[in-house]
C-alpha cells in the first residue's frame, strides 16, 4: 500500500469527531481512535511495514507504551526480527513488579514505540524511566503526531521523533482521495 492510500485509510477508520477529553487534560473535536487501526490486522501490518523504514539503523529492540504502543511493538517486531518489551505507565505492585516486561533491555539501543502524540508528557515520562532502567534510547517513533506540542516537548527532553504521519498529512490524504470518488 502507498503511504498516501495508507494515511487515507487510517483518516477513514479511526478519525472521529464529537467532545473528546485527551489525556493532556485538553479537549478536542475530533479524535484518532488508534483501536480502530490497531485491530485492523491488514492495516497493522501495512502500518509496520512503513515504520520499520523510521527505525535508527542502531535500533536493537522496539519498546510498546502501554496501550497503544504495545500492538504496534509486537507488528514491528513480527516485521523486523527485533525483540520488543513492553512498557507500563508504571511498575505493578505484583509479581515482577517491573515497569517493562521481556527480555533485557540495559546497555541496548531501544526504540520507543507509541500510537497517537499530542503533547507527548506520557512518551517523556515513560522514556526517561526506560532510560533510567538503562536503556540506550535510539527514538521514538509514532504513528500520528496531532501537531499539538509533542514534537517539540520530545525533542525538548533530548529524544528523536519519527512519525509516520501528522495530522496534517491524514486531513491531506483523506482530502485528495475525497477528491479522486
Not at 40 to 46: G, H, K, Q, S
Request: net charge negative.
Amino acid at each position: 500500500m502507498e503511504r498516501e492510500a495508507l494515511a487515507a485509510r487510517i483518516y477513514q477508520v479511526a478519525h472521529l469527531t464529537g467532545h473528546f477529553v485527551l489525556r493532556s487534560g485538553k479537549t478536542s473535536s475530533e479524535y484518532f481512535d488508534k483501536y480502530r487501526f490497531e485491530s485492523d490486522p491488514e492495516i497493522l501490518a501495512e502500518i509496520a511495514a512503513q515504520m520499520a523504514e523510521l527505525l535508527p539503523e542502531e535500533t536493537e529492540m522496539l519498546a510498546g507504551l502501554e496501550t497503544g504502543g504495545i500492538p504496534l511493538a509486537t507488528a514491528l517486531s513480527l516485521y523486523t526480527g527485533l525483540p520488543a518489551i513492553f512498557v507500563r505507565k508504571k511498575a505493578k505492585d505484583y509479581g515482577t513488579r517491573r515497569l517493562a516486561e521481556g527480555a533485557d533491555f540495559a546497555g541496548r539501543n531501544v526504540a520507543v514505540v507509541e500510537d497517537v502524540i499530542t503533547t507527548g508528557g506520557q512518551v517523556v515520562e515513560s522514556t526517561r524511566k526506560l532510560e533510567e532502567l538503562g536503556a540506550e534510547i535510539a527514538a521514538v517513533v509514532c504513528v500520528i503526531d496531532r501537531q499539538s506540542g509533542g514534537r517539540e516537548n520530545i525533542e525538548k527532553a533530548g529524544y528523536r521523533l519519527a512519525s509516520l504521519f501528522t495530522k496534517s498529512d491524514l486531513e491531506a490524504a483523506a482530502k485528495a482521495t475525497h477528491r479522486n470518488e
